[in-house]
Nanobody
Framework: QVQLVESGGGLVQAGGSLRLSCVAA????????MGWFRQDPGKEREFVAA????????FYADSVKGRFTISRHSDKNTLYLQMDKLKPEDTAVYYCAAKATPLDNYVSSSSEYDHWGQGTQVTVSS
């Protein structure tokens, strides 16, 4: 059974930092294309960042570029999202997503991912 479990969310002041983690189980981690999305109540799910299977290629939404860093640690089966210089508009539930694929690329469309975590709340106060 595939499981993605996020952690690391919380309440932080504007300008602060958080690091989100997503542990993957039930799949071969090195076969997974992975990404982070976020969703605010009443809004559509929004792409944040993506990383290829090998971790060499990354891609970011314009709104987070230069502030967020996506990375992966194969030995720990874990995906990370380092979030710096946080803004109130970054407040949302953050979701980890994954898809097993032979392709070593990244994608930003949520429809390209098969597996999702339960989400972790990030709240940035002004």
């Amino acid at each position: 059974q595939v499981q993605l479990v996020e952690s690391g969310g919380g309440l932080v002041q504007a300008g602060g930092s958080l690091r989100l983690s997503c542990v993957a189980a039930g799949l071969t981690f090195s076969n997974l294309r992975m990404g982070w999305f976020r969703q605010d109540p009443g809004k559509e799910r929004e792409f944040v960042a993506a990383i290829s299977r090998g971790g060499v290629s990354t891609f970011y939404a314009d709104s987070v570029k230069g502030r967020f860093t996506i990375s992966r640690h194969s030995d720990k089966n874990t995906l990370y999202l380092q979030m710096d210089k946080l803004k109130p508009e970054d407040t949302a539930v953050y979701y980890c997503a994954a898809k097993a694929t032979p392709l070593d690329n990244y994608v930003s469309s949520s429809s390209e991912y098969d597996h999702w975590g339960q989400g972790t709340q990030v709240t940035v106060s002004s």
